[in-house]
T-cell receptor, first 113, second 112 residues
Framework: DAGVIQSPRHEVTEMGQEVTLRCKPISGHNSLFWYRQTMMRGLELLIYFNNNVPIDDSGMPEDRFSAKMPNASFSTLKIQPSEPRDSAVYFCASTYRPGQPQHFGDGTRLSIL | GQQLNQSPQSMFIQEGEDVSMNCTSS?????WLWYKQDPGEGPVLLIA?????ELTSNGRLTAQFGITRKDSFLNISASIPSDVGIYFCAGQLTGTASKLTFGTGTRLQVTL
């Protein structure tokens, strides 16, 4: 069974550049979540979608961050412009309905120089 | 954001030993989850608990949902080298539509 698929696995770019992270949830899962993991702050929820609609984006750090889910099988998290403090591992997770355990992808390790 | 308190932060144990870690919160949750994260990978679900007092096993792993709904523990029996990793607890309130609050993590090292 295919799990949550994230791309790229690693991204290194210079500050000021636009970064786009991609996620394909598990087929049939209707809820999708974006998390950020750092040593200092642990795992933080950025935003989540239910049936492709953003439900709660209160965790998005600032306007430089945006997320979309144009269809049930694809989501993007975009940072523009990127800054060094955005360096972290970004995870996508999905679940087939709210309240059920979330399944995580292997993450994108982002380094902003 | 809010994080749950996990203890211990790290553990060094010998292969074959039993392991116990716990997670506490100042607020109640309706669901407790335990995840394991290996280096370079995402968290993998180990056990899900849905009812206060519930005790659930998954192989050598046993977890309990505290009666007060503010805590949970995870036990690993007869540890093996592949148990190495970071273990996270996560609490969820049904009414908040799937938002998980994660613990600070317990790093487990197993020596031969």
């Amino acid at each position: 069974d295919a799990g949550v698929i994230q791309s790229p696995r690693h991204e290194v770019t210079e500050m000021g550049q636009e970064v786009t992270l991609r996620c394909k949830p598990i087929s049939g899962h209707n809820s999708l979540f974006w998390y950020r993991q750092t040593m200092m702050r642990g795992l933080e929820l950025l935003i989540y979608f239910n049936n492709n609609v953003p439900i709660d984006d209160s965790g998005m750090p600032e306007d430089r961050f945006s997320a979309k889910m144009p269809n049930a099988s694809f989501s993007t998290l975009k940072i523009q412009p990127s800054e060094p403090r955005d360096s972290a591992v970004y995870f996508c997770a999905s679940t087939y309905r709210p309240g059920q355990p979330q399944h995580f992808g292997d993450g994108t390790r982002l380094s902003i120089l | 954001g809010q994080q749950l308190n996990q203890s211990p932060q790290s553990m060094f144990i010998q292969e074959g030993e039993d392991v116990s870690m716990n997670c506490t919160s100042s607020s109640i949750f309706n669901t407790w989850l335990w995840y394991k994260q290996d280096p370079g990978e995402g968290p993998v679900l180990l056990i899900a608990l849905y009812k206060a007092g519930e005790l659930t096993s998954n192989g050598r792993l046993t977890a309990q949902f505290g009666i007060t709904r503010k805590d949970s523990f995870l036990n690993i029996s007869a540890s093996i080298p592949s148990d190495v990793g970071i273990y996270f607890c996560a609490g969820q309130l049904t009414g908040t539509a799937s938002k998980l609050t994660f613990g600070t993590g317990t790093r487990l090292q197993v020596t031969l």
